[in-house]
Nanobody, 125 residues
Framework: QVQLVESGGGLVQAGGSLRLSCAAS????????MGWFRQAPGKEREFVAA????????YYANTVKGRFTISRDNAKNTLYLQMNSLKPEDTAVYYC??????????????????WGQGTQVTVPS
C-alpha cells in the first residue's frame, strides 16, 4: 500500500512557475512508477508526466513537453513536478499516482493503483 499526498498548488499568473510535490508513505515507493495527471472541470482526467521507478525514464504529454519536468527522490519518498511557463489551459486539479503500468502504458490512467487527493493549480487568463 502507498498513500500519496500532493502539495504546492496555487494561483499563479500566466508565464509563472509552480513546483508540485507528492509525498508517499510506505517503504515500497521506489518499487513504483509514478505519474502526474490533471483534471479540469467538465473534462476527463488526462496524463501529464510519468517517471520510471528508478527515475531513469521520463514521459510527457505533448502539451507540457519542454515546460514541465518530473523527477523523484526515492530517498525522500517524494515525487515532484516543476511547472514553468504556465498557461491558462494548465488550470486543473493535479493528481499524483503510483503503479506498475509497464513501459507502453505510462499515460494510461487505469494502469495506476494509488492516487492522491489532488492539488488545485489555477492560471487566470
Amino acid at each position: 500500500q502507498v498513500q500519496l499526498v500532493e502539495s504546492g498548488g496555487g494561483l499563479v499568473q500566466a508565464g509563472g512557475s509552480l513546483r508540485l510535490s507528492c509525498a508517499a508513505s510506505g517503504r515500497t515507493f521506489s518499487s513504483y512508477a509514478m505519474g502526474w495527471f490533471r483534471q479540469a472541470p467538465g473534462k476527463e482526467r488526462e496524463f501529464v508526466a510519468a517517471v520510471s521507478w528508478s527515475g531513469g525514464n521520463t514521459y510527457y504529454a505533448n502539451t507540457v513537453k519542454g515546460r514541465f519536468t518530473i523527477s523523484r527522490d526515492n530517498a525522500k519518498n517524494t515525487l515532484y513536478l516543476q511547472m514553468n511557463s504556465l498557461k491558462p489551459e494548465d488550470t486543473a486539479v493535479y493528481y499524483c499516482a503510483a503503479g506498475t503500468p509497464g513501459s507502453s502504458w505510462y499515460s494510461n490512467v487505469h494502469r495506476y493503483d494509488y492516487w492522491g487527493q489532488g492539488t488545485q493549480v489555477t492560471v487566470p487568463s
